[in-house]
């Protein structure tokens, strides 16, 4: 009687997550369809190479290369500075703390309470931030404001396999005879495809937010040469499409979520090439 009790519950939840798959990929499969239905048709070899014109927000030529360079200067500036900072603290709490001490306990209780802050409390901050420091939105600003929306991200989502790593590994390389720089060589080999995926989470979260960069980067038509310079992102240019009462605009904000879309494809690929590659490398 209890065995088939365990077997129809059994039965339950394995019927429960199939559902609850199938819908995640046909809400997943909605979105894409409907982005590709109405952005396709509107996506041309303009929209990736020309600067908008005049008039661009009314349904007269040009693109949206000026937030293609202006997201990508701004997520690979910002996960930059998120990995100077993440790296080290994490090696830090993982292999130089004793294993459950209170500082690094506060400091992971720390990474969740700013993984959940919403990104539009990132970006007042931020602006608040250079408002103080008499900063003018510009790329710089935005780059700073990323930086701290994609850091807890990073941070937490490396700790969590750094975690899985012996606690006693660097004493045990220096008891072999390793200097400390081989130390650190050797266990960031074994951390690699961790702080890639880490990397590829925190580009996911940075690139396609429009809350952090509104009021920080600021706008322009143009691509800017320096970090003082206001920078276009594609979720603002998407937003400020959508905004038109011109359906061509609007159309065009689509073929812009596609852009961003293969971005991020093309992110994840490469990351999961590279994955795989250091997976090859662990001992």
């Given amino acids: 009687m209890r065995l088939d009790l365990k077997k ?50 009314l349904g007269k030529e040009g693109g949206v290369l000026n937030a293609i360079a202006g997201s990508l200067m701004i997520t690979v500036g910002s996960v930059i500075i998120s990995a100077v900072f993440s790296v080290p603290l994490v090696m830090y709490i993982n292999f130089y703390l004793r294993k459950g001490s209170f500082f690094s306990n506060a400091i992971r ?33 935005g780059i700073i404001s990323v930086s701290l929306l994609i850091m807890p991200v990073m941070m937490r989502s490396f700790d969590e396999v750094a975690k899985l790593l ?12 390793s200097t400390k720089y081989e130390m650190i060589k050797v266990l960031l ?14 580009v996911g979260r940075g690139i396609g937010d429009a809350a952090t960069v509104l009021f ?39 073929a812009s979520a596609v852009i961003l879309t293969v971005i991020i494809l093309v992110l994840s ?8 590659k250091y997976s090859k490398n662990k001992i």
């Fill in 216 to 254: 920080t980067s600021g706008y322009t038509d143009n691509i800017p040469t320096a970090l003082g310079q206001p920078a276009a992102t594609l979720p603002l240019s998407i937003f400020f499409q959508l905004g038109s009462p011109v359906e061509e605009v609007q159309n065009r904000a689509y």
């Fill in 109 to 141: 209780f720390s990474f969740d309470i700013l993984f959940g802050v919403p990104s539009i409390v990132y970006g007042a901050f931020g602006f608040a931030l250079m408002v103080y420091l008499g900063l003018k939105a510009s790329l710089l600003g």
């Fill in 8 to 57: 129809k519950e059994e039965r339950f939840f394995i019927v429960l997550m199939i559902i609850s798959a199938l819908l995640i990929m046909s809400f997943l499969g909605f979105i894409l369809g409907t982005i590709l239905y109405k952005g396709l048709p509107a996506l041309n070899l303009d929209m990736i190479t020309k600067l908008p014109g005049g008039g661009f927000y």
């Fill in 189 to 202: 080999r074994q951390l690699m495809p961790a702080l890639i995926t880490a990397v590829l989470l925190s």
């Fill in 166 to 177: 012996p606690h006693n590994l660097p004493e045990a390389l220096l008891s072999l005879g």
């Fill in 269 to 276: 690929f490469i990351s999961r090439y590279f994955s795989a």
